[in-house]
């Protein structure tokens, strides 16, 4: 599949004052989206070349991992790209991330094995019918490793199975089932809701307001990347598929408003833009924030974080509840690549003691509570209170300290 597929333009060339510049690679909107081609090609030929492996040994498992890696940085990469790449080249280079990821779906949708449930042809002859294959009863257990009700799942599983073996069908892609419209089909629902993920490659949910969602440790195998977007008054808690050797490869939360997200695990880069009036709870190597404004990040960053347009925000280190994982925890240390004063930045702040959620709420009410919705263990939270966003009343708290605190030198 040749390059134009992905990407079907060219960056338009800068100018100045003297006219267009001369083609050496000056303008770093033009480098990069050489740097994409190059980059999006050998992935491409990385994705045909998995036919050619071998399944046994685990060689062809590892050229799709590395091929979700190469996916994920480069994602990762685009997304760091936002100060100098057009909103409308962005869209273009994520549409070519996401024909990507479908391109490898539908590549290893190929090698999946055929089912085992098999039907013979019934016979017109005297000897009669021949009995049917019996299904594993197996494959239909109705309970996660977790211990939560997946019933449905099984049950249509072996319908679907059934269905491909009577009209001799290709398999269907491993990631076809769409868990993200799911939870919009249950967003009338009260209680937490909890998806299992257990044929996805990756975890992207989008586009909710008021859900408590949960993923069980059956999502642990579509922790190649995961994306939050557009969620308002929502609680997402990602932690277990994500504790359990299974970290995240790459982490994208995008346009997050009163809402709780904990995050887990995150092996690689988290990158977070345009949160609001939050409470995020995240480990990993590197934390990079843009355009968010009153958030409290619980943290372990094994680098410095960095935050660029970013007012009001409040850092605590990892509340006790969660496993923390190994290394220098660098929460505190933060950069602010727009204040380039030699004074402490006014943008950001420790979250003082008082301020933090306590552990008996991490561990007794995220979780859920019979009888409580999604706004009502926001309001525990204190995120939300009956006449809005509890956090723009805190607003003006967190600037006093933190115009105080740059008075005094320091953070």
Same mark, same amino acid.
């Given at each position: 599949?040749?390059?134009?597929?992905?990407?079907?333009?060219?960056?338009?060339?800068?100018?100045?004052?003297?006219?267009?510049?001369?083609?050496?690679?000056?303008?770093?909107?033009?480098?990069f989206f050489r740097h994409f081609q190059a980059e999006i090609t050998l992935i491409q030929d990385e994705i045909d070349s998995l036919a050619t492996m071998s399944a046994i040994g685990g060689e062809r498992q590892n050229g799709i991992d590395k091929v979700l890696a190469g996916i994920s940085r480069l994602s990762s990469e685009v997304m760091d790209a936002t100060d100098f790449v057009p909103s409308y080249d962005q869209r273009t280079y994520s549409q070519a991330i996401k024909a990507l990821t479908e391109k490898l779906n539908t590549t290893t949708g190929k090698f999946a094995p055929k089912s085992r449930f098999q039907f013979k042809a019934r016979s017109t002859g005297s000897a009669g019918v021949q009995p049917q294959a019996t299904p594993d009863l197996r494959q239909q257990r109705p309970w996660g490793s977790d211990g939560s009700q997946d019933t449905q799942?099984?049950?249509?599983?072996?319908?679907e199975a059934e269905t491909r073996d009577a009209v001799g069908s290709l398999p269907s892609f491993s990631d076809s089932k769409n868990y993200n419209e799911e939870l919009a089909q249950s967003g009338s629902e009260?209680?937490?809701?909890?998806?299992?993920?257990?044929?996805? *490659? &990756?975890?992207? @949910?989008?586009? !909710?307001?008021g859900l408590h969602i949960m993923l069980p440790s059956t999502a642990s195998r579509a922790t190649s990347s995961g994306s939050l977007t557009d969620l308002t008054r929502c609680i997402v808690d990602m932690t277990i598929p994500t504790s359990t050797g299974a970290p995240f490869a790459g982490l994208a939360l995008k346009n997050i408003r009163q809402s709780l997200i904990v995050a887990g695990h995150v092996a690689g880069p988290a990158h977070i833009t345009g949160a609001e009036d939050s409470v995020v709870v995240v480990a990993a190597r590197q934390v990079r924030m843009h355009d968010c *404004? &009153?958030?409290? @990040?619980?943290? !372990?960053?094994?680098?410095?974080p960095i935050i660029e347009d970013c007012s009001q925000m409040a850092f605590a280190p990892l509340p006790k509840y969660y496993s923390t994982p190994p290394g220098t925890n660098q929460w505190d240390q933060v950069d602010d690549f727009k204040w380039l004063k030699d004074t402490a930045s006014p943008n950001w702040s420790i979250l003082s003691e008082e301020s933090r959620i306590v552990d008996d709420v991490w561990q007794n009410t995220v979780c859920g509570k019979v009888g409580m919705s999604t706004d009502d263990i926001l309001r525990d939270l204190n995120i939300l209170t009956k006449a809005g966003p509890a956090f723009a009343s805190a607003r003006e708290t967190i600037t006093s300290e933190t115009e105080a605190q740059s008075q005094t030198g320091g953070i």
């Open positions: 599949m040749s390059i134009p597929n992905f990407i079907p333009f060219a960056p338009s060339p800068s100018s100045s004052a003297g006219g267009l510049t001369s083609p050496q690679m000056t303008d770093p909107k033009e480098k799942d099984a049950a249509q599983a072996v319908v009260r209680g937490v809701r909890k998806p299992s993920f257990s044929t996805a *490659k &990756n975890i992207a @949910i989008s586009e !909710h307001t *404004k &009153n958030v409290h @990040i619980y943290l !372990h960053c094994a680098s410095h």
